[in-house]
């Protein structure tokens, strides 16, 4: 996300872009993308991942409620609103016919655990695709990029790109690739790790740190609610996400793989970033990156 998109996302008032908002010739936004939704007609492997879910009924996905245009609990609806969330309720319109998700919380600590159990089928929640995950999580996507980003408490100076997080106390999400990013861009920084967003930005007002390193899709839907935070510079890493699968499992990450190509070919996934991210972002669609790039 480049300079314009920060500057838009700033302007935005949580809750704009709620899911149940009724769009022209009736229904809701998330309607109008399920109606032109593909569903899976292949054939299903006996006791496959895809054929659990489908006996089911539905999908169970583990993300977040509070992450605004990604994934959000609409107060008024009670429904999960914003791009990841929607993604999810496509996935499963795919794999059962109907979009029936439960969400189950997670965080960067749980994710893995979640998925290795057997408790999650996906995880859809800014899953920064590693080397080192990959060893423990199978990856569908990537299905969306983004980057590494500094925000600050409003006010703050000194602090414009990464060098000058050099010697300075920088808080990141523990298990994130911010951990990584904030010690190769400045190694005498001190890194505090933190279990949460909302963790991190508590830390953040409080003054334990002076610097908070995240994935820029979440600080600027953060600094659209607080206007106490204040991001500085450009993305300084390049992150894609990825829809976490339990490990090994090639058939199911092919199968979503299959569904992701499908919607980016057909639009549908450019109508998704429109009905969410793209409510608050002058211009057209990115193109979705290249599955397994």
Request: with cysteine; hydrophobic share 40%.
């Amino acid at each position: 996300m480049g300079k314009l998109v920060v500057a838009a996302l700033l302007l935005f008032v949580a809750g704009c872009s709620g899911g149940s908002e009724a769009v022209p010739g009736g229904g809701s936004k998330l309607d109008a993308l399920l109606a032109k939704a593909p569903v899976h007609a292949g054939q299903v492997t006996p006791g496959s991942a895809v054929d659990r879910i489908r006996q089911r009924g539905k999908l169970l996905v583990g993300g977040s409620q509070d992450a605004p245009l990604l994934s959000q609990l609409d107060p008024v609806s009670g429904e999960l609103t914003g791009f990841d969330a929607y993604l999810g309720k496509l996935l499963a319109r795919y794999l059962v016919g109907k979009p029936e998700t439960e969400l189950l919380s997670a965080t960067s600590e749980t994710r893995e655990p979640l998925l290795s159990n057997g408790t999650v089928d996906v995880v859809i929640q800014t899953y920064t695709i590693t080397p080192a995950r990959r060893e423990r999580v199978s990856f569908a996507g990537p299905y969306y990029r983004s980057g590494q980003s500094i925000a600050v408490r409003k006010g703050t100076s000194g602090i414009a790109e990464p060098a000058d997080l050099a010697g300075r106390t920088v808080i990141v999400g523990a298990n994130t690739p911010g951990v990584k990013a904030v010690r190769d861009a400045a190694p005498t920084a001190e890194v505090v790790e933190f279990g949460s967003d909302p963790e991190c930005l508590t830390a953040l007002k409080q003054g334990r740190g002076e610097a908070y390193v995240q994935d820029q899709a979440i600080l600027v839907a953060d600094a659209s609610k607080d206007d106490e935070l204040q991001l500085v510079g450009e993305p300084f890493t390049e992150d894609l996400y990825g829809i976490g699968i339990k490990h090994g499992d090639a058939e199911f990450t092919k199968v979503v793989n299959d569904w992701l190509r499908q919607i980016g070919e057909s639009g549908l996934w450019q109508e998704v970033w429109k009905q969410t991210i793209g409510t608050v972002v002058a211009g057209d669609a990115p193109t979705p990156p290249a599955i397994d790039s």
